[in-house]
């Protein structure tokens, strides 16, 4: 969340004239690949699906142990699903338009969270941990399946192009103009979705195990270099692609995700280190918040910020005018959040 509310921003424009071969690489790393590849910005969106599996595996324990039955903890993750779709289309599918020919059911970062985290709920909550393991494996297949070998119009067996997938045509037949801007095949694409949340759903049974520091670090470590092996020999097959959200693609995110997680874990639970880790547990502990501000509101932050670096940076530094009004809305919106914070107030759903 950090980088999505303005942090992305920020590194694009302290690298925007960087003629060093790394810093060019590192600038190509905060924007997605437009088909096949990998970069840092592409594991966003995947780490976020990450992180809610390895929080369901605390929160429904939680709630089960507690008394709650899985039809009451389902019932509430359609409600999630459908208030995170709801806001997903505030955004992205011109809801706010008030136009009902307007309207659309748009691939964004919200909707593919909330499919990704009912799939994951359907499995985590009625199937054990030896078939949750298989489970997750069969729909990687079942995508890897679909996506090479069903029919379609201009589909190539073994070659994979924008918009000439099964997954593809049966959008298109069931959405049509509905889709948006961005058309994906996110209906076949469900299972892959579902599949990165029991990743993290796998993670999340790591921690709370029994084992001891060193022996939950080290697992931690070996799922996100298996799963990292896995997806590029699979590569070679079945391409990494963000877009369609590959099975491959699953694997990779899934292994950085891993070892971040074990990074994490390493420095904060194990070392102790954790003050520097404020400045993000405000945003972290407000994610829907901050993206619903950020989103709807992004114009509003940088106009503030405006107020009070206009003067100074035109006159002073005119050359980075843009970098400090990225700066200065950034931390109008994390003020914003650091005072609900200090205040208790935080958006759930």
């Known amino acids: 969340m950090f980088w999505i509310v303005g942090a992305d921003a920020i590194a694009n424009r302290l690298l925007a004239h960087s003629t060093s071969p790394f810093l060019v690489a590192l600038r190509e790393n905060f924007d997605h690949f437009e088909w096949e590849g990998f ?23 939680k709630r089960l142990q507690r008394g709650d039955s899985k039809r009451l903890i389902l019932r509430h993750v359609m409600i999630r ?5 709801f806001l997903g289309t505030m955004i992205d599918g011109n809801l706010l338009t008030y136009d009902i020919h307007k309207l659309q059911m ?9 499919l ?3 799939v994951a709920s359907i499995i985590l909550l009625n199937l054990k941990f030896t078939w949750q393991i298989v489970t997750t494996a069969s729909l990687l297949l ?5 996506q090479t070998f069903a029919p379609a119009p201009g589909h190539i067996i073994g070659v994979y192009s924008p918009g000439t997938t099964f997954g593809d045509w049966l959008n298109e037949r069931v959405m049509g103009n509905w889709q948006g801007e961005f058309h994906r095949p996110w209906i076949v694409a469900m299972t892959t979705y579902g599949s990165t949340a029991m990743l993290g759903v796998f993670a999340g049974h790591v921690l709370r195990s029994g084992k001891n520091q060193r022996d939950k670090l080290l697992w931690l470590i070996a799922l996100g270099i298996f799963c990292l092996m896995v997806g590029w020999a699979w590569s070679y097959q079945f391409p990494i692609i963000k877009k369609p959200w590959t099975s491959t693609y699953v694997l990779v995110a899934g292994g950085w995700s891993f070892l971040l997680l074990a990074l994490f874990y390493l420095v904060i639970d194990v070392w102790g280190f954790h003050r520097w880790s404020f400045p993000f547990k405000i945003i972290g502990m407000n994610a829907i918040a901050a993206y619903m501000s950020w989103k709807l509101f992004g114009p509003v932050f940088h106009r503030v910020a405006a ?6 940076s035109k006159d002073v530094a005119p050359s980075n005018y843009q970098l400090i009004e990225a700066v200065g809305a950034m931390l109008v919106l994390w003020i914003m959040l650091y005072s609900m914070y200090r205040k208790g107030v935080f958006l759930k759903i």
Do not use: A, K, N, Q
């Open 39 to 61: 970069h840092f910005y592409d594991l966003i969106m995947p780490l976020f699906l990450f992180m809610i599996g390895v929080s369901m595996t605390f929160s429904y324990s």
């Open 81 to 85: 699903v459908m208030v995170l779709t």
């Open 106 to 114: 748009p691939y964004s970062v919200l909707f593919v969270l909330s």
């Open 116 to 118: 990704g985290y009912l």
């Open 142 to 146: 079942i995508y890897w399946l679909i």
């Open 307 to 312: 107020v009070f670096t206009e003067g100074i």
